[in-house]
């Protein structure tokens, strides 16, 4: 019972919030999904809230990093990925 109660309590400790969700942005470099630079800078073109909490306001700059990369599908020219934030620099 005990390792019950403390493995509930491990596993609550350990969890956290996550938001994702589509963001209408331009990239400040050039962006290449051949050759994933591992930092790249964003600026966000739409202001989107998450949360009651939190808010990115148009024309921050959000840095993070490339991730989940999908090569592109025949006939298509465009390749795809996500995008994991590690930093947000508000404007003003």
Do not use: H, W
């Not at 909490?53 to 148009?58: A, G, M, S």
């Not at 025949?74 to 590690?86: D, E, M, P, Q, V």
């Amino acid at each position: 019972m005990k390792k019950i109660v403390i493995g509930m309590l491990v596993f609550l400790a350990t969890m956290s919030v996550c938001f994702a969700d589509d963001m209408k942005v331009m990239a400040l470099s050039p962006i290449s999904t051949q050759e994933p630079e591992q930092s790249i800078k964003v600026r966000v073109l739409e202001t989107m809230q998450l949360n009651d909490d939190l808010v990115i306001t148009e024309g921050a700059v959000v840095e993070g990093c490339m991730v989940k990369l999908v090569p592109p599908k025949r006939l298509k020219r465009n390749a795809g990925f996500s995008f994991l934030s590690t930093k947000i620099y508000c404007c003003g």
